[in-house]
Each structure stands twice: as C-alpha cells, then as structure tokens.
C-alpha cells in the first residue's frame, strides 16, 4: 500500500517496519501524554495549549530518534572493523564540516552586519554555544547508532 509516508521511510522492508512501529509506538504516547497534559491542566493553570502541544511533539519527535538510533539498524552493512573505523572517521568529518559551514554563516553574517539578531556578546555566546552543543548531539547520537549496529551486526554473522 502506498501513502504519502512511504516517501519518508526506508525502501528496506525491515526497516520500514521497524519505523512504522516506532511512529505508532509514539503516537500512542503522544496520545497520553496530550490526555495528562490536558486533565493536569485543569489543575494548573501554567499549562497552555501552545505548551501542551509543543511537549507532546517534542515527546513525539525525540521518542522515535531515541528509539531508531538505539535500534542498531541505521547501518547495516557495517560488519567489519575496517568498515566500522571508516565510518567513524567519516562521522567526525560530518560533524566538522557542520560545525565549519556553521562558523562559516556566521563570519559571512558578521562581514556583512546582515543580522540584527547577534548585535550583542550575550547573543554570539549563545550562538556559539548551539552550535557546540548541536554538533556534540549529532556527533553523539551518530557514534551510538553506529557502535550499536556494529555490535548487532557481529551477532548476526
């Protein structure tokens, strides 16, 4: 059956499955989670809609990537130590071009004084301080999936 999700999803047969289980697994908890949510909000009057939706897709969102990265299956044919070094090493590359295509933005902003948004050290500081903390989770989340397919596919041979 084809549907606009399919567009989104791995062409392996397995890991499309094993992706449709994670959405609906997070469905289900965004349910909950909007069900609590709106039931403690009778209760306290902090909670908001815009703040009941915001959590219950951060849930959402950051359950399925937890929930594929810790899977193992993101790199299949990672079987050998040889195959597994080269794919750290390119990691580390991504992770670096990132940061320097980043870097890269933000002196083209400074040179040009196109942005109104870093006038200030408060603001560059917290700029600088995405960046090291965006690059530190992907570089992160990468290494895990990876160490963990490695393992998985080891037992399988």
């Keep these: 059956m084809k549907s606009w999700l399919t567009y989104f999803l ?3 047969e397995y890991k499309e499955k094993q992706m449709l ?4 697994e997070g469905a289900i908890l965004q349910i909950f989670i909007v069900i609590l949510m709106l039931i403690a909000s009778n209760f306290l009057t902090f909670i908001q809609a815009d703040t009941i939706l915001l959590v219950s897709s951060m849930i959402f969102l950051l359950y ?3 929930r594929f990265i810790l899977s193992g299956m993101e790199y299949a044919d990672i079987t050998t130590e040889r195959a597994y070094k080269k794919e750290l090493r390119a990691i580390l590359i991504k992770t670096s071009v990132f940061v320097s295509f980043t870097l ?4 083209l902003i400074t040179i040009f004084n196109v942005s109104v948004l870093l006038t200030n050290d408060q603001n560059w500081f917290a ?3 995405l960046i090291i903390c965006t690059s530190f989770f992907m570089c992160s989340a990468n290494y895990i999936s990876l160490k963990r397919s490695f393992r998985k596919n080891k037992e399988l041979l």
């Design 10 to 12: 791995p062409n392996d």
């Design 21 to 24: 289980v994670f959405i609906a």
């Design 64 to 66: 399925v990537t937890a």
């Design 104 to 107: 890269f933005i933000l002196g």
């Design 127 to 129: 700029f600088l301080v």
